[in-house]
């Protein structure tokens, strides 16, 4: 896979989109779509990722959100 | 590093302890800050290599089930308690890594003189306060940290500061104290905030593992549900609002001049503890002469005023008559009869297991001044024995039914040149007059209790001089059958 | 071996500490002052700690951390801090943590004043806190007791995963007795409950939190079982010429010492009285006072109140006996005469 990239676990993620404010990059976007939880799941756009984590550190919830960086 | 930014690894895996049937969410709802703080303190826990070592206690609020997120020891407290119990666990655990976890009410309202007061031990835990601005868990009412004019349940028309005060600035309150090492206040609020935080998270993590005592980082959070805001509205919220109010920064850092102190684990010696308690020597070398089996019970009360040494005269009298096997009581004048300006104390000797240790009806009253003779000649039983201070006492016993010996004790303990003494000078006329036990005996006391030899030597002198005294005054009135 | 001659609330300390107590916090309160100058002086030296906390709140959860942390701990106070320390108890009792908590009562109630009385009764043996749960509750009436009792206590309380609280009163506190101390310094023991900050016991909780309905009802049956347990197996108690009495007082503390004067000189005055004293206050000896019921002509409860201990007294011979009360307050205490005169 790809990296670095992002993934969004959606049954983890509570829909509070603080993810796609914090993304300086601008490459996560509300999915539009209701999860299990009935939340609406941020998801990555797919491309654009830089690993910069801070995505990471916005989200409240311990692992909906996985940063994979680049190799060093 | 990994390359991978992943859930912590001191988080559990699955949250089980939810009980419910999602265990990979957290029970905070979206947009919290405190799950962002969980997870940076997490992180910094996983990092450190500290899982093992770390116990972290869980407030009251909505941070009451971190226990069911951080894989570490947890010891959920009481609402505001945090610090104390947190206090309880390190001052057990020295080489733990304690982290207590606080919001707002919890701490800066009803924990108030907890965490000041862990502040100011400088105990070596590392705390976390959650300031939201308002209670979240119960239902959005007012925190001590809410900010004038802040709608909550229960400040509907807003916080008024003429009612509820201004919004408790704890940073600065803590910074103010000389023993906490290091005080910062961050926020969560925007991403260079959240930056400055994993950092101060850290470093005020490592100061205890470093052994560099208290460290208080507050952490200005959101709380969408509880201000009725979204998250990114709440998140402008308290940074255009509560970083005004509450600024961010450094308050009080100490860490690079602090010497690291860290409290060696208890586990005392069985030796240790038998001389700490004076349990260790039990040698004796004293010979009772008392013959226990005929013995007849003594109900004495001791009475004076304060400085008489009348306390200690029945504690004297009553350390000899356990050397001498006897059974023992001895209470101070407690309760109503403290009253009138006497101070006296209560001892029992017997040669059986001693009922009741107050002395109603005394069989020897030693009266060392006017109002103790005037309150307890009455109580006298028929029968028994008066030692009268005639020192100080120009009243005569009118009883006819009792003993009584005339003695200066006052005056005989000061012309020796120790005025505290009347009391043992007392004992001494009480037990040169019964005989109940040797009086030489209490040399043997006096020279235990009174480390000072050239003062026991005195004391010493006193008590022959007042033995003296009795034994002539004896041997003046041959009979006596009613004392001197 | 030589005898010590020590205060009540000095020797109860000395006992701890010969138990294994390395942790002390407590806050001063007249009558039980001396408690804490005890284990000021002589913890610190053993490598022990002593704090003085900032109030009676924190000193408990101080110890409910420590007890947490698999120490033993302990604290004490009288009926004002009591009060204060309520809360604490409840949450000891709820996470199951053993820990040894002196009170040494004055009169109440509020600051009342500190003379001796036993109105704590209630709030003790009933539990003091919200909630359903006992604590153990031990009634030395002696100095030599005050030391047993601190030297049993924790091994009680542990083996019950419960807090056990020494109920004494003003005068046993403050009273002068020769103590037989023990010479064995007693082992702490390791729990695979407790907090240690170690790889082993990491998962280990300490929390009086039960979430769900049905597993708290569970908890708290779990919690009877263990009360249950602890009246078959360590309810004391103790007779004084009680076995061919006639009048039977039943009465702890300093009330049974007075009690004790008192039978004997109706002994003297061919009147068979006897005493039923409670050693342990909960569990309370149902059964003794039941078997007393069974041949006494009187049963009367002594106290230092407003009748707390009669209660119990009256719920264990179920109606089987009328149960008289005899009881001072505000820190009076009845003379021996006046308690001979009740049966005269």
Redesign the interface.
Known sequence: MKVPRVEIRIEECKGCHLCIAACPKKVLESSGCLNNQGYIYAKYKGDGCIGCGICFYSCPEPGAIKVFKKEN | MSNILEKPKSFYTDFT?K?SADVITTHYCPGCGHGILHKMIAEAISELGI?????F??PVGCS??A?YYF????????HG?AP??????????P???VISYQGDGDLAAIGT??I??SAN?GEAMTMFFVNNAIYGMTGGQMAPTSIIGQKTTTSPYGRKAENEGYPIKVSELISQLDAPVYVERVSLADVASRNKARTVVRKAIQNQIDGKGFSFVEVLAACPSGLKKTPLETNEWVKNTLHTIFPLGCYKDETATRTPRFA?A???T?D????????KD???DYKASVDKKNFIDQNVKIAGFGGQGVLSAG?TL??LA?YENL??????S???EMRGGTSNCNVRLSNK??????V?NPNILIAMNGPSLEKFESAVRPGGTIIVNSSIIDAKVSRKDVKTYYVPVTGIATEMGVPAAQGVAALAAYLAATNVIPVEKLEHVVHKSLKRKELADKNIAIIRKVAEYITKGMEDNKKCLTGF | ?????IKGNEAVV?GA??AGC??Y?GYPITPASEIAHAAAF??P?????F?Q???E???I???????????R?MTASSGPGISLKA??FS?LAG?ELPCVIVDVMRAGPGLGNI??EQGDYNQIVKGAGHGNYKNIVLAPNSVQEMADHGYMAFELAEKYRNPLVILTD??IG?????VQ?P???KKVKHFDWA?????A?????????V??AD?LEKHNIKLNKKYAEMEKNDTRFEGYKLDDADVVFVAYG?SS????????ILREKNIKAGLLRPITLFPFPKKACMDVAGYAKRMIAVELSNGQMVDDVRLAVKGKKEIEFYGRMG???P???EIVSIVE
């Open positions: 302890r009980g899982q093992d070592r770390t116990v206690i869980s009451v089930f226990y894989d570490t020891g947890n010891v959920q407290v009481a308690r104390a119990a947190g206090t309880g666990v390190k001052r057990a655990l080489n733990s890594i003189a907890e000041i007061h031990r060696p208890i586990n005392p069985s240790q503890v038998l001389t700490a308690l004076n349990l039990d040698h004796s504690t009553s350390v356990m059974e023992v009581s001895w209470i101070p407690y309760g109503p297991r001693i009922g009741s240790p107050l109603e | 071996m030589q005898k010590e001659f000395k500490i010969l390395t942790h916090f002589y913890l030296p053993t490598g022990g700690i704090i906390a900032e109030s709140v924190a000193a959860n101080m110890v409910y951390g420590a007890a947490g942390a698999g120490a701990v809360e604490g949450y996470a003379y001796p003003a005068y403050q009273m002068m007795e020769p101390f010479k064995e310094v907090i240690y900050a170690d790889k016991s990491r998962h280990n909780l300490i929390t009086s939190i979430m769900s597993e300093v010492r007075i009690v004790m004067s008192a039978v004997d820190g009076m205490t003379s021996v005469e």
